[in-house]
């Protein structure tokens, strides 16, 4: 996941990203992340924000509007290549 969370802040894939996260399966994933982010460990500027979707009914209609509007580059963006 956080590979994957990497390749898009590189700006190497334009995909949402979503945790399917029924029955708070993700929290403690997510409580990470926010962790990480408020320690300085990760750069919240060109930090990845994830879709998390709690219903499993709405995960594949979530996944098709978050992919529907994505005007991400398709190449990486030096600026963030340049920093890692």
């Known amino acids: 996941i956080v590979e994957i969370m990497t390749w898009a802040q ?14 708070g399966f993700w929290d403690p994933m997510l409580a990470l992340i926010e962790h990480m982010s408020e320690e300085g460990f990760i750069h919240t500027a ?18 098709m509007v978050a992919g529907s509007s994505v005007d ?13």
């Open 10 to 23: 590189l700006g190497h894939h334009r995909k949402p990203i979503v945790f399917a996260n029924v029955k």
């Open 72 to 84: 991400a580059p398709t190449e990486g963006v030096q600026s963030v290549i340049d920093k890692m």
């Open 46 to 63: 060109h930090r990845v924000k994830p879709l998390v979707v709690n219903d499993p009914e709405a995960i594949v209609a979530a996944i």
